[in-house]
């Protein structure tokens, strides 16, 4: 039963949820233990976590968090795996719940599944006319709509322009502020008709970074990124591993640094201060690992992937 488990793996489940990327390299980089505890931050289709699974022995356990209530659909039937349905940002908390304080590998596959993208009502994607809703917590009740709605323009200009980068955010926020009043902006077709006279460049490019930053904002996707990347060291046990994938640079910028320093703040050398802050993370990947040639043609969404991955210092 062992050995038939075994030849399974790197194969895709469920597929046409969400396909996992970087799934080799990621579970090779965790170096499993059969008896260990393992973290699967973003469960979406279950990819990561059947892999994870696979290598498990019959002391081993799973702990996948998720917040879409429409990734428990995949929660295979596994003694090992615990479900948790909520935000990554809690790590720690309900890690606890379940009596564990330390773990033997993290994973986060971050952005959206390619099921969150592919449902039109979910309002995540530019293809479909939908409610800009964008919530991957459905439980929440701030939408991309509100977002667009209520914020002043000083707040709408430095989203745009932080987290989708947008060639002309001042502009697009005074727009969107002008408009507002005079027509509803709340339909992802209606938002994009209104606006085609402020579109910089490649209209399908333009309204992707601007629904990232509206994406980003109604989820607090940095905010709750450096939440869980501090619960990192403190959970992880000694010569273990965190595996995060992410697919811009303002997610990558966080994990990089966060593995690099243990911190998210820059820190100025000054002969007078003799304390020094102690990162408990060392860097496994220099250089972020990317998606093979084969890859990109299987899954074009493997593109923009990048794998870093950090191991936490033996106390030794």
């Known amino acids: 039963m062992k050995e038939e488990k075994k030849n399974s793996k790197f194969q895709i489940p ?27 931050c973003t469960f979406g289709g ?34 090992h795996i615990i479900f948790v349905p909520h935000n990554f940002r809690h790590l720690q908390r309900f890690l606890k719940l379940h009596t564990i304080n330390a773990v033997d590998g993290i994973l986060a596959d971050l952005g959206v599944s390619s099921h969150q993208f592919d449902e039109a009502g979910r309002g995540f994607s530019t293809r479909y006319d939908a409610p800009l809703d964008m919530r991957m917590d459905q439980r929440q009740s701030l939408t991309a709509a509100d977002v667009i709605t209520n914020l002043n323009e ?3 200009h430095k989203i745009f322009e932080q987290y989708g980068e947008v060639t002309n955010a001042k502009t697009l926020a005074k727009t969107i502020v002008e408009l507002r009043n005079a027509q509803s902006l709340k339909s992802i077709d209606a938002f994009k008709q209104a606006l085609r006279g402020v579109v910089k460049g490649n209209p399908n490019r333009y309204f992707a970074q601007v629904f990232q930053a509206l994406r980003i904002e109604v989820n607090d996707e940095l905010g709750a990124l450096k939440e869980m990347l501090q619960q990192i060291p403190p959970l992880l046990k000694p010569g273990c591993r965190a595996a995060i994938i ?25 002969p007078f201060i003799m304390s020094k802050s102690v990162n408990e993370l060392k860097v496994i990947t220099k250089k972020p690992i990317e998606a093979s040639d084969e890859e990109m043609k299987r899954n074009p969404r493997a593109r923009s992937a990048k794998l870093r991955v950090a191991e936490k210092v033996s106390s030794e």
């Open 154 to 156: 000083q707040q709408l």
């Open 14 to 40: 469920n597929s046409n949820y969400h396909t996992p990327v970087l799934l080799k390299e990621t579970i090779d980089a965790l170096n499993i233990q059969p008896n260990g505890i393992y973290v699967d």
């Open 46 to 79: 279950g990819g990561h976590s059947k892999a994870i699974l696979e290598k498990l022995g019959d002391d081993g356990k799973l702990i996948a968090f998720d917040q879409d209530e429409d990734a428990r659909k995949n929660i295979p039937k596994d003694p």
């Open 246 to 270: 992410t697919f811009h640079s303002l997610e990558d910028r966080l994990v990089k640094n966060f593995f690099r320093r243990g911190t998210f703040e820059e820190t100025e050398e000054n």
